[in-house]
């Protein structure tokens, strides 16, 4: 498995920004699909935006037009950019890698980071 660990998250008042960011050990030469996924209390973890490695982005609906999902290769990081935060944005988020392959023969499966707290308050 690739170790994903997760930044950037914490406390900001709603219309504000916070900008995630997922580094992953080691390099990565392929993966199928990377995204961000959140999870708030009671609810099940739910998509916020992935990333194919044609590099097709796919958002949900609540975060189109606010948050911009982003990778820098050569750091092996992803991004979540999350402007005009709302209070329902509230969540653990979770970075994530499906697919991936760490050579060309050597395939590492899924990965989850840890998670990281945002609190949007009103």
């Known amino acids: 498995q690739v170790l994903l660990v997760e930044s950037g998250g914490g406390l900001v008042q709603a219309g504000g920004s916070l900008r995630l960011s997922c580094a992953a050990s080691?390099?990565?030469?392929?993966?199928?699909?990377m995204g961000w996924y959140r999870q708030a209390p009671g609810k099940p973890r739910e998509l916020v935006a992935t990333?194919?490695?044609?590099?097709?982005?796919n958002y949900a609906d609540s975060v189109k037009g606010r948050f911009t999902f982003s990778r820098d290769n050569a750091k092996g990081t992803m991004y979540l950019q999350m402007n005009s935060l709302k209070p329902e944005d509230t969540a653990v988020y979770y970075c994530n890698a499906r697919g991936v392959y760490i050579s060309k023969y050597v395939y590492a499966g899924d990965s989850w980071g840890q998670g990281t707290q945002v609190t949007v308050s009103s």
């Open positions: 080691g390099s990565i030469y392929r993966f199928n699909t």
């Open positions: 990333i194919t490695s044609g590099g097709i982005t």
